[in-house]
């Protein structure tokens, strides 16, 4: 059965740092392009970030350059979303999903403080 777990979020004050991981069982996600959105409340799914299958390529919404790093962990067949520099407008929910599938993470929640 193929199952994506995300996990690490949490509450955090703003200008604080989260790491977010996306782990995958059933499946080899080194096969896929691996991607990260979010969905903040009232609002529709956004792209934020992804990585190639090699881990070499990675794009970033305009809005987290600079201050979220998307990597890969193939030992651990894991997707990591690590997050500097936080704001209160990135408060989401943040889902996984690899590549264009319909497989997706169960989604973790980041809540900034201001």
């Known amino acids: 059965q193929v199952q994506l777990v995300d996990s690490g979020g949490g509450l955090v004050q703003a200008g604080g740092s989260l790491r977010l991981s996306c782990t995958a069982s059933?499946?080899?996600?080194?096969?896929?392009?691996m991607a990260w959105f979010r969905q903040a409340p009232g609002e529709g799914r956004e792209f934020v970030a992804s990585?190639?299958?090699?881990?070499?390529?990675?794009y970033y919404v305009d809005s987290v350059k600079g201050r979220f790093t998307i990597s890969r962990d193939f030992a651990k067949n894991t997707v990591i979303l690590q997050m500097d520099s936080l704001k209160p407008e990135d408060t989401a929910v943040y889902y996984c999903?690899?590549?264009?599938?319909?497989?997706w993470g169960q989604g973790t929640q980041v809540t900034v403080s201001s």
């Open positions: 059933g499946m080899d996600i080194s096969n896929y392009g």
């Open positions: 990585i190639s299958r090699s881990g070499r390529g990675t």
């Open positions: 999903r690899a590549g264009l599938t319909n497989y």
